[in-house]
Protein backbone atom coordinates (compact mmCIF):
# COMPACT_ATOMS: atom_id res chain seq x y z
CA UNK A 1 0.00 0.00 0.00
CA UNK A 2 3.03 2.52 0.73
CA UNK A 3 4.67 1.74 -2.30
CA UNK A 4 1.10 2.34 -4.64
CA UNK A 5 0.68 5.63 -3.01
CA UNK A 6 4.37 6.36 -3.49
CA UNK A 7 3.96 5.68 -7.01
CA UNK A 8 0.29 7.70 -7.07
CA UNK A 9 2.48 10.29 -5.75
CA UNK A 10 5.11 10.48 -8.64
CA UNK A 11 2.51 10.58 -11.05
CA UNK A 12 0.72 13.13 -9.99
CA UNK A 13 3.92 15.18 -9.36
CA UNK A 14 5.11 14.14 -13.19
CA UNK A 15 1.41 15.10 -14.53
CA UNK A 16 1.65 19.00 -12.87
CA UNK A 17 5.03 19.33 -14.19
CA UNK A 18 4.19 18.07 -17.69
CA UNK A 19 1.16 19.25 -18.72
CA UNK A 20 1.42 22.17 -21.62
CA UNK A 21 5.13 22.17 -21.30
CA UNK A 22 5.59 24.44 -23.63
CA UNK A 23 4.21 27.41 -20.72
CA UNK A 24 5.71 29.44 -20.29
CA UNK A 25 8.25 29.57 -23.07
CA UNK A 26 11.62 29.00 -23.49
CA UNK A 27 13.89 31.61 -21.56
CA UNK A 28 17.70 31.82 -23.05
CA UNK A 29 19.57 30.07 -20.55
CA UNK A 30 17.00 26.92 -21.87
CA UNK A 31 17.66 27.56 -25.49
CA UNK A 32 21.13 27.61 -25.24
CA UNK A 33 21.29 24.30 -22.88
CA UNK A 34 19.54 22.77 -25.98
CA UNK A 35 21.56 24.50 -28.81
CA UNK A 36 24.39 23.03 -27.44
CA UNK A 37 23.39 19.75 -26.23
CA UNK A 38 22.21 19.72 -29.88
CA UNK A 39 25.64 20.60 -31.12
CA UNK A 40 27.97 18.25 -28.78
CA UNK A 41 25.65 15.70 -30.62
CA UNK A 42 25.98 16.58 -34.26
CA UNK A 43 29.79 17.85 -33.87
CA UNK A 44 31.36 16.65 -30.50
CA UNK A 45 31.55 20.39 -29.52
CA UNK A 46 29.41 23.10 -28.19
CA UNK A 47 28.32 26.38 -30.02
CA UNK A 48 31.81 27.94 -29.73
CA UNK A 49 33.94 24.59 -30.95
CA UNK A 50 34.72 23.29 -27.80
CA UNK A 51 35.05 19.73 -27.04
CA UNK A 52 33.04 18.24 -24.93
CA UNK A 53 33.68 20.76 -21.85
CA UNK A 54 32.74 20.83 -18.51
CA UNK A 55 32.05 24.33 -18.09
CA UNK A 56 30.15 25.75 -21.08
CA UNK A 57 30.52 30.06 -22.53
CA UNK A 58 27.46 31.00 -22.76
CA UNK A 59 26.51 34.69 -23.57
CA UNK A 60 30.32 35.22 -22.00
CA UNK A 61 28.73 33.46 -18.46
CA UNK A 62 30.22 30.34 -17.68
CA UNK A 63 28.12 27.50 -17.10
CA UNK A 64 28.61 24.03 -15.16
CA UNK A 65 27.60 21.51 -18.13
CA UNK A 66 25.63 18.43 -15.96
CA UNK A 67 22.17 19.95 -17.28
CA UNK A 68 23.25 20.10 -20.52
CA UNK A 69 24.90 16.54 -20.94
CA UNK A 70 21.66 15.21 -19.31
CA UNK A 71 19.49 17.00 -21.89
CA UNK A 72 21.51 15.24 -24.87
CA UNK A 73 19.95 11.89 -24.76
CA UNK A 74 16.30 13.59 -24.99
CA UNK A 75 17.99 15.75 -27.90
CA UNK A 76 18.87 12.30 -29.61
CA UNK A 77 15.33 11.00 -29.23
CA UNK A 78 12.78 13.95 -29.55
CA UNK A 79 14.79 16.33 -31.63
CA UNK A 80 15.53 19.76 -30.56
CA UNK A 81 12.54 21.29 -29.17
CA UNK A 82 10.91 22.57 -25.92
CA UNK A 83 9.99 19.34 -24.39
CA UNK A 84 13.56 17.62 -25.17
CA UNK A 85 15.22 20.84 -23.19
CA UNK A 86 12.73 20.52 -20.17
CA UNK A 87 12.33 16.88 -19.55
CA UNK A 88 15.24 16.25 -17.34
CA UNK A 89 14.20 19.20 -15.29
CA UNK A 90 10.70 17.37 -15.05
CA UNK A 91 11.99 13.82 -14.03
CA UNK A 92 14.02 14.56 -11.71
CA UNK A 93 11.70 17.43 -10.01
CA UNK A 94 8.43 14.12 -10.30
CA UNK A 95 11.24 11.76 -8.78
CA UNK A 96 12.12 14.55 -6.11
CA UNK A 97 9.33 13.43 -3.57
CA UNK A 98 10.42 9.99 -3.61
CA UNK A 99 13.91 10.68 -2.75
CA UNK A 100 13.04 12.89 0.19
CA UNK A 101 10.86 10.46 1.32
CA UNK A 102 13.35 7.57 1.71
CA UNK A 103 15.67 10.40 3.40
CA UNK A 104 13.17 11.12 6.19
CA UNK A 105 12.20 7.89 6.62
CA UNK A 106 16.74 7.08 7.43
CA UNK A 107 16.91 9.71 9.49
CA UNK A 108 13.05 9.05 10.91
CA UNK A 109 12.69 5.31 10.68
CA UNK A 110 9.56 5.48 13.23
CA UNK A 111 8.11 7.72 11.44
CA UNK A 112 6.88 7.39 8.32
CA UNK A 113 3.61 9.72 8.36
CA UNK A 114 6.26 13.10 8.38
CA UNK A 115 8.21 11.14 5.83
CA UNK A 116 4.93 10.91 3.63
CA UNK A 117 3.48 14.11 4.55
CA UNK A 118 6.79 15.97 3.06
CA UNK A 119 6.25 14.12 0.24
CA UNK A 120 2.69 15.21 -0.44
CA UNK A 121 3.61 18.63 -0.23
CA UNK A 122 6.63 18.40 -2.26
CA UNK A 123 4.49 17.44 -5.15
CA UNK A 124 2.13 20.30 -4.73
CA UNK A 125 4.57 23.28 -3.80
CA UNK A 126 4.83 25.62 -6.02
CA UNK A 127 8.32 26.45 -5.41
CA UNK A 128 9.16 23.27 -6.69
CA UNK A 129 6.64 22.90 -9.41
CA UNK A 130 8.21 26.38 -11.23
CA UNK A 131 11.65 25.35 -11.23
CA UNK A 132 10.47 21.66 -12.12
CA UNK A 133 8.87 22.64 -15.19
CA UNK A 134 11.66 25.04 -16.88
CA UNK A 135 15.38 23.79 -17.90
CA UNK A 136 16.42 25.06 -14.39
CA UNK A 137 19.62 23.70 -13.36
CA UNK A 138 18.83 24.42 -9.59
CA UNK A 139 16.52 21.45 -10.32
CA UNK A 140 18.87 19.32 -10.87
CA UNK A 141 21.17 19.60 -8.52
CA UNK A 142 18.01 19.69 -5.56
CA UNK A 143 17.71 16.38 -6.60
CA UNK A 144 21.44 15.28 -6.42
CA UNK A 145 22.33 16.95 -2.97
CA UNK A 146 19.57 15.03 -1.74
CA UNK A 147 20.64 11.67 -3.24
CA UNK A 148 23.69 11.95 -2.37
CA UNK A 149 22.65 12.45 1.34
CA UNK A 150 20.70 9.23 1.05
CA UNK A 151 23.34 7.42 0.07
CA UNK A 152 25.93 8.88 2.45
CA UNK A 153 23.33 8.06 5.27
CA UNK A 154 23.43 4.35 3.82
CA UNK A 155 26.68 4.26 3.66
CA UNK A 156 27.23 3.70 -0.10
CA UNK A 157 30.27 6.73 0.51
CA UNK A 158 31.05 6.82 -3.06
CA UNK A 159 27.91 7.27 -4.77
CA UNK A 160 27.19 9.98 -2.49
CA UNK A 161 30.56 11.28 -3.34
CA UNK A 162 29.56 10.87 -7.08
CA UNK A 163 26.24 12.26 -7.05
CA UNK A 164 27.55 15.87 -4.60
CA UNK A 165 30.66 16.10 -7.27
CA UNK A 166 28.20 16.16 -10.50
CA UNK A 167 26.07 18.91 -8.40
CA UNK A 168 29.30 21.03 -8.40
CA UNK A 169 29.42 20.63 -12.53
CA UNK A 170 25.65 21.33 -12.22
CA UNK A 171 24.95 25.02 -10.82
CA UNK A 172 26.92 27.17 -9.58
CA UNK A 173 25.64 27.75 -5.92
CA UNK A 174 26.64 24.38 -5.18
CA UNK A 175 29.92 25.06 -4.64
CA UNK A 176 28.79 26.82 -1.22
CA UNK A 177 25.94 23.94 -0.49
CA UNK A 178 28.10 21.03 -1.17
CA UNK A 179 30.60 21.68 1.82
CA UNK A 180 27.61 22.57 3.58
CA UNK A 181 25.77 19.81 3.13
CA UNK A 182 29.21 17.38 4.00
CA UNK A 183 29.48 19.18 7.13
CA UNK A 184 25.87 18.15 7.55
CA UNK A 185 25.90 14.49 6.91
CA UNK A 186 29.60 14.20 9.03
CA UNK A 187 27.86 15.69 11.86
CA UNK A 188 24.44 13.67 11.64
CA UNK A 189 26.44 10.27 10.98
CA UNK A 190 29.45 11.07 13.27
CA UNK A 191 31.54 9.31 10.77
CA UNK A 192 33.74 11.34 8.41
CA UNK A 193 34.54 8.68 5.32
CA UNK A 194 38.02 8.53 3.50
CA UNK A 195 36.41 7.35 0.28
CA UNK A 196 34.15 10.36 0.12
CA UNK A 197 36.33 12.81 0.66
CA UNK A 198 39.05 11.08 -1.63
CA UNK A 199 36.23 11.07 -4.50
CA UNK A 200 34.73 14.41 -3.93
CA UNK A 201 38.16 16.42 -3.79
CA UNK A 202 39.06 14.37 -6.95
CA UNK A 203 35.95 16.33 -8.60
CA UNK A 204 36.36 19.42 -7.13
CA UNK A 205 39.90 20.12 -8.52
CA UNK A 206 38.88 20.97 -12.13
CA UNK A 207 36.64 23.60 -10.06
CA UNK A 208 39.26 24.86 -8.10
CA UNK A 209 41.86 25.39 -11.19
CA UNK A 210 38.73 27.52 -13.28
CA UNK A 211 38.25 29.43 -9.89
CA UNK A 212 41.59 30.49 -9.11
CA UNK A 213 43.13 30.67 -13.06
CA UNK A 214 40.48 30.50 -15.26
CA UNK A 215 37.16 32.34 -16.60
CA UNK A 216 34.92 30.43 -14.65
CA UNK A 217 35.11 32.74 -11.87
CA UNK A 218 33.54 35.70 -13.80
CA UNK A 219 29.93 34.99 -12.39
CA UNK A 220 31.15 34.96 -9.22
CA UNK A 221 33.23 38.06 -9.44
CA UNK A 222 29.71 40.02 -11.11
CA UNK A 223 27.61 38.61 -7.93
CA UNK A 224 28.81 37.98 -5.21
CA UNK A 225 27.39 40.63 -2.65
CA UNK A 226 31.09 41.31 -0.99
CA UNK A 227 32.08 43.09 -4.65
CA UNK A 228 28.90 45.84 -4.42
CA UNK A 229 30.57 48.90 -3.06
CA UNK A 230 28.82 51.60 -1.47
CA UNK A 231 28.35 54.71 -4.17
CA UNK A 232 31.10 56.97 -4.05
CA UNK A 233 28.72 59.75 -3.64
CA UNK A 234 26.76 57.99 -0.29
CA UNK A 235 30.46 57.48 0.98
CA UNK A 236 31.27 61.20 0.65
CA UNK A 237 28.02 62.41 1.77
CA UNK A 238 28.40 59.77 5.03
CA UNK A 239 32.03 61.69 5.85
CA UNK A 240 30.77 64.86 5.11
CA UNK A 241 27.79 64.28 8.00
CA UNK A 242 30.12 63.05 10.88
CA UNK A 243 33.74 62.75 9.52
CA UNK A 244 35.87 59.78 8.41
CA UNK A 245 36.15 58.37 11.91
CA UNK A 246 32.60 57.65 12.53
CA UNK A 247 32.21 56.53 8.90
CA UNK A 248 35.12 53.71 9.43
CA UNK A 249 33.65 52.47 13.08
CA UNK A 250 30.28 52.78 11.86
CA UNK A 251 29.33 52.77 8.03
CA UNK A 252 32.90 50.42 6.85
CA UNK A 253 32.60 48.30 4.33
CA UNK A 254 32.27 45.46 6.49
CA UNK A 255 29.72 46.84 8.22
CA UNK A 256 27.87 48.17 5.15
CA UNK A 257 28.56 44.12 3.48
CA UNK A 258 26.91 42.67 6.74
CA UNK A 259 23.82 44.42 6.84
CA UNK A 260 23.47 43.90 3.40
CA UNK A 261 23.53 39.88 3.94
CA UNK A 262 21.61 39.95 6.87
CA UNK A 263 19.15 41.68 4.90
CA UNK A 264 18.98 39.05 2.34
CA UNK A 265 19.13 36.20 4.34
CA UNK A 266 16.34 37.30 6.44
CA UNK A 267 14.01 38.23 3.30
CA UNK A 268 13.84 34.05 2.22
CA UNK A 269 11.92 33.93 5.60
CA UNK A 270 9.66 36.86 5.96
CA UNK A 271 5.88 36.09 4.64
CA UNK A 272 6.57 38.47 1.76
CA UNK A 273 8.81 36.18 0.05
CA UNK A 274 7.20 33.14 1.08
CA UNK A 275 3.52 33.08 0.81
CA UNK A 276 2.46 36.95 -0.49
CA UNK A 277 5.19 37.80 -3.51
CA UNK A 278 7.73 35.38 -4.20
CA UNK A 279 10.07 36.89 -6.10
CA UNK A 280 9.62 40.79 -6.04
CA UNK A 281 12.77 41.75 -8.22
CA UNK A 282 12.02 39.43 -11.14
CA UNK A 283 9.41 37.94 -11.90
CA UNK A 284 10.31 34.88 -13.99
CA UNK A 285 11.08 33.02 -10.76
CA UNK A 286 7.92 32.80 -9.29
CA UNK A 287 4.23 33.22 -10.48
CA UNK A 288 2.76 36.17 -9.43
CA UNK A 289 0.37 37.51 -6.83
CA UNK A 290 1.70 34.38 -4.67
CA UNK A 291 4.35 33.39 -2.48
CA UNK A 292 6.66 29.92 -2.74
CA UNK A 293 5.06 28.02 -0.61
CA UNK A 294 1.34 27.88 -0.24
CA UNK A 295 -0.32 29.74 2.05
CA UNK A 296 -1.47 27.07 4.78
CA UNK A 297 2.35 25.89 4.84
CA UNK A 298 3.79 28.71 6.42
CA UNK A 299 1.18 28.10 10.03
CA UNK A 300 2.37 24.35 9.57
CA UNK A 301 5.92 25.37 9.10
CA UNK A 302 5.62 27.40 12.16
CA UNK A 303 3.67 25.07 14.74
CA UNK A 304 6.02 22.24 13.65
CA UNK A 305 9.46 24.59 14.21
CA UNK A 306 8.38 25.00 17.16
CA UNK A 307 7.27 21.74 17.77
CA UNK A 308 9.78 19.99 17.02
CA UNK A 309 11.95 22.29 19.42
CA UNK A 310 11.28 19.96 22.09
CA UNK A 311 13.26 17.03 20.41
CA UNK A 312 15.38 19.05 18.63
CA UNK A 313 18.29 16.32 18.85
CA UNK A 314 15.82 13.87 16.19
CA UNK A 315 15.83 17.10 13.76
CA UNK A 316 19.28 18.08 13.99
CA UNK A 317 19.86 17.33 10.22
CA UNK A 318 17.04 19.87 8.99
CA UNK A 319 17.02 22.63 11.59
CA UNK A 320 20.59 22.99 10.14
CA UNK A 321 19.65 22.58 6.77
CA UNK A 322 17.00 25.54 7.23
CA UNK A 323 19.68 27.73 8.08
CA UNK A 324 22.36 27.05 6.19
CA UNK A 325 20.81 26.67 3.06
CA UNK A 326 19.82 30.31 2.40
CA UNK A 327 23.61 31.47 2.47
CA UNK A 328 24.81 31.23 -1.67
CA UNK A 329 21.47 33.29 -2.35
CA UNK A 330 22.38 35.63 0.68
CA UNK A 331 25.96 36.03 -0.51
CA UNK A 332 24.93 37.42 -3.86
CA UNK A 333 23.89 40.85 -5.21
CA UNK A 334 20.03 40.29 -5.65
CA UNK A 335 17.81 41.23 -2.18
CA UNK A 336 16.05 38.13 -3.30
CA UNK A 337 16.95 35.23 -5.43
CA UNK A 338 14.64 31.97 -5.38
CA UNK A 339 16.90 30.00 -7.59
CA UNK A 340 19.58 29.79 -5.67
CA UNK A 341 17.52 29.44 -2.52
CA UNK A 342 15.63 26.46 -3.64
CA UNK A 343 17.64 24.20 -1.23
CA UNK A 344 15.58 25.80 1.37
CA UNK A 345 12.09 24.74 0.38
CA UNK A 346 13.06 21.38 1.54
CA UNK A 347 13.53 21.67 5.12
CA UNK A 348 10.54 24.67 5.23
CA UNK A 349 8.29 21.64 3.76
CA UNK A 350 9.91 19.38 6.45
CA UNK A 351 8.79 20.95 9.47
CA UNK A 352 5.30 21.67 7.64
CA UNK A 353 4.96 18.30 7.81
CA UNK A 354 5.53 17.60 11.29
CA UNK A 355 2.97 20.52 11.80
CA UNK A 356 0.46 18.51 9.82
CA UNK A 357 1.00 15.47 11.67
CA UNK A 358 -0.19 16.77 14.96
CA UNK A 359 -3.68 16.83 13.47
CA UNK A 360 -5.83 14.29 13.94
CA UNK A 361 -9.27 14.98 13.95
CA UNK A 362 -11.23 14.18 10.63
CA UNK A 363 -13.06 17.50 10.96
CA UNK A 364 -9.33 19.70 11.28
CA UNK A 365 -8.55 17.62 8.53
CA UNK A 366 -11.18 18.10 6.37
CA UNK A 367 -10.47 22.09 6.83
CA UNK A 368 -6.96 21.36 6.37
CA UNK A 369 -7.66 19.96 3.04
CA UNK A 370 -10.07 22.57 1.92
CA UNK A 371 -7.99 25.14 2.21
CA UNK A 372 -4.58 23.23 0.86
CA UNK A 373 -7.49 22.62 -2.29
CA UNK A 374 -8.08 26.48 -2.54
CA UNK A 375 -4.45 27.76 -1.98
CA UNK A 376 -3.44 25.36 -4.62
CA UNK A 377 -6.22 26.12 -7.13
CA UNK A 378 -4.77 29.89 -6.75
CA UNK A 379 -1.71 28.86 -7.31
CA UNK A 380 -2.71 27.54 -10.73
CA UNK A 381 -4.51 30.06 -11.70
CA UNK A 382 -1.45 32.99 -11.21
CA UNK A 383 0.02 30.49 -12.97
CA UNK A 384 -1.72 29.56 -15.81
CA UNK A 385 -3.11 32.96 -16.59
CA UNK A 386 -1.03 35.91 -15.36
CA UNK A 387 2.55 34.66 -15.43
CA UNK A 388 3.21 35.95 -19.08
CA UNK A 389 0.88 38.37 -19.07
CA UNK A 390 1.86 40.97 -16.45
CA UNK A 391 5.50 41.34 -17.61
CA UNK A 392 5.91 39.52 -20.62
CA UNK A 393 9.48 41.12 -21.12
CA UNK A 394 10.78 39.00 -18.10
CA UNK A 395 9.44 35.87 -20.06
CA UNK A 396 11.19 36.80 -23.53
CA UNK A 397 7.19 35.94 -24.86
CA UNK A 398 7.04 35.85 -28.88
CA UNK A 399 11.21 34.88 -29.74
CA UNK A 400 9.31 31.66 -30.97
CA UNK A 401 7.29 33.72 -33.36
CA UNK A 402 9.76 35.92 -34.66
CA UNK A 403 12.07 33.26 -35.46
CA UNK A 404 9.20 30.97 -37.38
CA UNK A 405 7.87 34.80 -39.06
CA UNK A 406 11.77 35.20 -40.47
CA UNK A 407 11.89 31.59 -42.14
CA UNK A 408 8.95 31.90 -43.66
CA UNK A 409 9.22 36.10 -45.31
CA UNK A 410 13.00 36.61 -44.46
CA UNK A 411 14.04 34.94 -48.02
CA UNK A 412 15.75 37.53 -50.42
CA UNK A 413 15.54 40.37 -47.93
CA UNK A 414 17.89 41.70 -45.64
CA UNK A 415 16.51 40.84 -42.15
CA UNK A 416 17.58 42.27 -38.95
CA UNK A 417 16.44 41.33 -35.50
CA UNK A 418 16.41 43.67 -32.45
CA UNK A 419 18.85 43.13 -29.20
CA UNK A 420 16.62 44.92 -27.20
CA UNK A 421 15.69 42.17 -25.17
CA UNK A 422 18.84 40.20 -25.38
CA UNK A 423 20.35 37.24 -27.30
CA UNK A 424 18.07 36.74 -30.34
CA UNK A 425 20.73 34.57 -32.24
CA UNK A 426 20.30 31.84 -29.60
CA UNK A 427 16.24 31.45 -30.62
CA UNK A 428 17.13 31.77 -33.74
CA UNK A 429 19.69 29.00 -33.88
CA UNK A 430 17.54 26.92 -31.81
CA UNK A 431 14.08 26.97 -33.94
CA UNK A 432 15.57 26.93 -37.07
CA UNK A 433 18.02 24.00 -35.95
CA UNK A 434 20.77 25.78 -37.40
CA UNK A 435 23.74 23.33 -38.47
CA UNK A 436 25.91 23.67 -35.61
CA UNK A 437 29.16 22.96 -37.89
CA UNK A 438 28.07 26.34 -40.01
CA UNK A 439 27.91 27.79 -36.93
CA UNK A 440 30.98 27.30 -35.08
CA UNK A 441 33.00 28.83 -37.99
CA UNK A 442 30.81 32.28 -37.27
CA UNK A 443 30.36 31.73 -33.93
CA UNK A 444 31.84 35.00 -32.40
CA UNK A 445 31.04 36.93 -29.02
CA UNK A 446 30.93 40.59 -28.36
CA UNK A 447 31.51 41.15 -24.73
CA UNK A 448 30.36 44.04 -22.78
CA UNK A 449 32.52 43.35 -19.09
CA UNK A 450 33.33 40.28 -17.12
CA UNK A 451 29.69 38.83 -17.63
CA UNK A 452 27.29 38.73 -20.66
CA UNK A 453 28.25 39.60 -24.26
CA UNK A 454 25.83 39.61 -27.67
CA UNK A 455 26.37 38.10 -31.31
CA UNK A 456 26.09 40.24 -34.08
CA UNK A 457 25.04 38.30 -36.86
CA UNK A 458 24.45 34.49 -38.19
CA UNK A 459 25.04 34.53 -41.83
CA UNK A 460 23.28 37.35 -43.25
CA UNK A 461 20.75 38.14 -40.10
CA UNK A 462 22.13 41.08 -38.33
CA UNK A 463 21.17 41.03 -34.26
CA UNK A 464 20.99 45.10 -33.49
CA UNK A 465 19.25 47.85 -31.89
CA UNK A 466 17.58 48.88 -35.04
CA UNK A 467 16.66 52.86 -36.51
CA UNK A 468 13.28 52.56 -38.05
CA UNK A 469 13.84 55.68 -39.79
CA UNK A 470 16.65 53.95 -42.10
CA UNK A 471 14.39 51.07 -42.35
CA UNK A 472 11.79 52.97 -43.87
CA UNK A 473 14.06 54.91 -46.27
CA UNK A 474 16.15 51.64 -47.61
CA UNK A 475 15.50 50.94 -51.14
CA UNK A 476 16.40 47.05 -50.28
CA UNK A 477 14.21 44.84 -49.56
CA UNK A 478 14.09 44.15 -45.78
CA UNK A 479 12.79 42.64 -43.11
CA UNK A 480 13.17 43.37 -39.13
CA UNK A 481 11.89 41.86 -35.87
CA UNK A 482 11.25 45.38 -33.64
CA UNK A 483 10.56 46.13 -30.07
CA UNK A 484 7.67 47.52 -28.47
CA UNK A 485 9.91 49.77 -27.03
CA UNK A 486 11.98 50.77 -29.41
CA UNK A 487 8.71 52.14 -31.77
CA UNK A 488 7.37 53.87 -28.87
CA UNK A 489 11.08 55.37 -27.86
CA UNK A 490 11.48 56.14 -31.35
CA UNK A 491 7.97 58.00 -32.02
CA UNK A 492 5.84 55.56 -33.99
CA UNK A 493 2.59 53.65 -33.14
CA UNK A 494 2.44 49.82 -33.15
CA UNK A 495 -0.32 50.12 -35.42
CA UNK A 496 1.79 50.48 -38.29
CA UNK A 497 3.76 47.11 -38.10
CA UNK A 498 2.62 43.67 -38.19
CA UNK A 499 2.07 42.34 -34.20
CA UNK A 500 3.79 39.44 -33.65
CA UNK A 501 3.55 39.03 -29.50
CA UNK A 502 3.03 41.73 -27.20
CA UNK A 503 6.88 42.36 -27.15
CA UNK A 504 7.75 41.91 -31.18
CA UNK A 505 6.26 43.34 -34.05
CA UNK A 506 7.90 43.09 -37.56
CA UNK A 507 8.47 45.92 -40.70
CA UNK A 508 8.84 44.75 -43.79
CA UNK A 509 8.46 46.64 -47.75
Not at 457 to 470: A, G, M, T, W
Amino acid sequence: MNKLLLFILILIAFFIRFINYRYPPLLWDEAAIGYNAYSLLQTGRDEYGQSFPLVFKSFGDYKPGIYIYATLPFVAIFGLNELSVRLPSIIVGSLLPLIFYLLIRKLLPRDQKIAFLAALLLVFNPWNIHFSRGAWETNLLLFELVLSSLFFLNKRFFFSALFMGLGLYTYQAAKLLVPILTLLLFFQSKKISKLYLSTLFLFSLPILFGLLFGADANRLKVMNLYSYQRPPEEVNQIISESGSLDYQLFHSHPLFFLQNFLTRYFNYFSPRFLIFEGDWQISRHSAPYVGVILYPTLIFFILGFFSSLRVWRCHLFFLFWLFLSPLPAALSLDIIQPVRSLSLSLPILYFAAIGLSLFKQRLILLIIFILYLFSFLYYQEAYTFHLTKIKPSQWLVGYKEAVEYIVVHGQNRQVSFTQFYGQPYIYYLFYTQYSPRLYQSQAFLTTNGVDVGTVNHVDKILFQNINIQSLKSSAEPVLSILSYDEIIRQGYKPEEFIKLSPLFYVYQN
